[in-house]
């Protein structure tokens, strides 16, 4: 059977949906549907693909704590690199040891997801307004400036816990 695409996924969530009647999914009762339905479980990934991502998701999750200011900061980044065949590679660096343009890539690459959300929650915001012209309209607001500034002078949670 051939490997099912995001957009299948996608069209058969939508199916799932309108099947059952519910708005708000469980995506375990939607894969047990989706198995009773027929549809071919995936291939499970290579064990070294895994264990990879699995480093790359510890790596993304740490938090460290700026030994001055006290305020917890990502020390590990990704940053893209093309190998010799062409096709592209994540490498890891660590903040600490990092070169000035490895941090100038790697902030860009930060800066440009934040600003993909932010240009996908304004477009999700301003979809939902204009289909409920009824009800109050939501921003989604992008200027982070205060929220940034109270986050750092509030107090610190590693000290609540620690302290």
Known sequence: MATKTVRDRQNFYRYY???????????????????????PLPIPPDPRDLLAKQFADALREEIRYDGETKRPYKPNH??????????QMSLWIDVEEASRDQMVKALKTYRDQMVGEAFIGTNTADHWNRINPDQQKLDFVKDFTEDVLERQNAPDEHEEKTG
């Open 17 to 39: 949906k309108e099947q059952t009647g519910t708005t708000e999914v469980d995506l375990h009762e939607l894969v047990r549907f989706a198995e009773k339905n027929g549809w």
């Open 78 to 87: 990704a940053i893209k690199k093309r190998r010799g065949d062409g096709r």
